[in-house]
C-alpha cells in the first residue's frame, strides 16, 4: 500500500469509531501500545499527537514490542524516521522538526520503497489533513501527575479498526477492573 502525502482536507469518517482511555502510569501507555501491535497486520499508519512529554514516543515502544521488536525504539527526532524488523516492519516517525508541506514531501514520506509494514508518526497533527485514510489517530493530554488522556479515534472507513477499538476498549476495562499493575510485557 502506497501511503502517499494528499493535499487538501481530509473527508469525514462515515464509519465513527472513538474510545476514551486514560492511563496513570507509563507502564500502562506501553502495554497499551504493546496490546495495539499485536493486532496490527501491516500497512496500517497510527498518528499520534500531543504536547511534549504526553508519552507518544511510550506508546510507539509498547507498540514495537507487541510487534516482536526487540532492539529498544527511541523517538527519531533528529533524523526523521526509524525502521524496525519484527513480526511486521515498523517504519516511526517523527514530524516534530517538519513546519511546511515541502519539509513532508521532501522527507520521503509516502514513498512506496520507504513505507511498508506498520507506519507510527509523532507529531501527525502537524500533517493530519495530509494523511491516507483510514489510519487510527491516537491524541494524548496531559493529566495531573502521570495520568494520560488518550483519545483512539478511526480516520476514514475501516472496520477492522473499528473492530480494534472495541477489542482494546474491553481489554482496557478489564484491564483496570482486575487492577493489573504488574509491569510484565506478557500481559
Given at each position: 500500500?502506497?501511503h502517499s502525502?494528499?493535499r487538501?482536507p481530509?473527508?469525514?469518517?462515515?464509519?465513527?469509531g472513538?474510545?476514551?482511555?486514560l492511563?496513570h502510569?507509563?507502564?500502562?501507555?506501553?502495554?497499551l501500545g504493546?496490546?495495539?501491535g499485536?493486532?496490527?497486520e501491516?500497512?496500517?499508519?497510527i498518528?499520534?499527537?500531543?504536547p511534549?512529554?504526553?508519552g507518544?514516543?511510550?506508546?510507539?515502544?509498547?507498540?514495537g514490542?507487541?510487534?516482536?521488536i526487540?532492539?529498544?525504539?527511541?523517538?527519531?527526532s533528529?533524523?526523521?524516521?526509524?525502521?524496525y524488523r519484527g513480526?511486521?516492519?515498523?517504519t516511526?516517525?517523527?514530524?516534530?522538526r517538519?513546519?511546511?508541506?515541502?519539509?513532508?514531501e521532501?522527507?520521503?514520506?509516502?514513498?512506496?520503497q520507504?513505507e511498508?509494514?506498520?507506519?507510527?508518526?509523532e507529531?501527525a497533527?502537524?500533517f493530519?489533513d495530509c494523511l491516507e485514510?483510514p489510519?487510527l489517530?491516537i491524541?494524548?493530554a496531559?493529566g495531573g501527575?502521570?495520568?494520560?488522556?488518550?483519545?483512539?479515534?478511526?480516520?476514514?472507513r475501516s472496520?477492522?479498526?473499528?473492530r480494534?477499538?472495541r477489542?482494546?476498549?474491553?481489554w482496557?476495562?478489564a484491564?483496570?477492573k482486575?487492577?493489573?499493575t504488574d509491569t510484565n510485557?506478557?500481559?
Amino acid at each position: 500500500m502506497n501511503h502517499s502525502v494528499r493535499r487538501g482536507p481530509s473527508r469525514p469518517s462515515l464509519l465513527p469509531g472513538r474510545i476514551v482511555l486514560l492511563s496513570h502510569r507509563p507502564f500502562e501507555t506501553r502495554a497499551l501500545g504493546r496490546r495495539l501491535g499485536r493486532h496490527l497486520e501491516g500497512n496500517e499508519i497510527i498518528a499520534l499527537s500531543g504536547p511534549l512529554g504526553s508519552g507518544k514516543t511510550c506508546l510507539a515502544q509498547g507498540l514495537g514490542r507487541g510487534l516482536g521488536i526487540a532492539q529498544p525504539i527511541n523517538s527519531p527526532s533528529f533524523v526523521l524516521m526509524k525502521r524496525y524488523r519484527g513480526r511486521r516492519q515498523l517504519t516511526h516517525w517523527d514530524w516534530y522538526r517538519l513546519n511546511a508541506m515541502a519539509d513532508l514531501e521532501s522527507s520521503g514520506f509516502g514513498d512506496p520503497q520507504i513505507e511498508s509494514g506498520v507506519i507510527i508518526i509523532e507529531w501527525a497533527e502537524k500533517f493530519l489533513d495530509c494523511l491516507e485514510q483510514p489510519f487510527l489517530h491516537i491524541e494524548i493530554a496531559l493529566g495531573g501527575g502521570n495520568t494520560r488522556r488518550m483519545v483512539l479515534a478511526v480516520r476514514g472507513r475501516s472496520v477492522r479498526f473499528r473492530r480494534l477499538l472495541r477489542e482494546i476498549e474491553a481489554w482496557w476495562k478489564a484491564r483496570q477492573k482486575n487492577g493489573k499493575t504488574d509491569t510484565n510485557p506478557g500481559h
